[in-house]
């Protein structure tokens, strides 16, 4: 009976300050559980309503501030996964150093393996059509470019031990 005669007047109050149904459902929800299991702090003769929507108010004020603190957390969290993210100046020259190098080692490869590397990671063809270009078999492809892999790892670490 005080459910059926309070609950518009909760949800008038608490509806407002959500501007959200479900959490408002929420809200006016746990009011009435919380006047249930707070019975005895009710002082009998006074206006029920008024405590339900006493009630109701300090529980939206409740929700509104952990929400509130919830998103300032999320913000900072997002902040610092995006400046931890984000490269700074010595990572950047970093892989300046490392680019200028792996282009003087490719410089140092033949002709035919150049053209191995170009149509493999710049075309981005298949093993059988480069194998096909340089007119080689798939085998012999795969080693080649696996014998200019090695190559080049070795040219890198080379030039990063003389640094």
């Known amino acids: 009976m005080v459910v059926e005669h309070c609950q518009d007047a909760v949800w008038r109050v608490v509806a407002p300050l959500l501007e959200d149904r479900l959490a408002t459902e929420d809200l006016v929800h746990r009011t009435f559980i919380r006047a249930y299991e707070r019975l005895d702090a009710y002082a009998l003769g006074t206006d029920i309503q008024a405590w339900l929507v006493t009630m109701a108010r300090n529980l ?3 929700h509104l501030r952990d ?3 919830e998103q300032r957390r999320v ?21 300046e150093l490392l680019r200028r190098s792996l282009e003087e080692c490719r410089d140092q490869l033949d002709d035919v393996a ?4 170009r149509l493999f990671y710049a075309e981005d063809l298949s093993i059988a059509l480069v194998a096909t270009r340089l007119g080689r078999s798939e085998g012999a492809t795969q080693k080649l ?8 790892r070795a040219c890198l670490a080379r030039k990063q031990g003389a640094s």
């Open 67 to 69: 929400r509130s603190r």
């Open 60 to 62: 939206a004020r409740n």
């Open 75 to 95: 913000t900072l969290y997002q902040e610092s996964l995006s400046a931890a993210s984000e490269p700074d100046a010595s990572w950047h020259s970093t892989q």
């Open 145 to 152: 470019l696996s014998r200019i892999r090695i190559a080049l």
């Open 114 to 117: 150049q053209e191995a590397l």
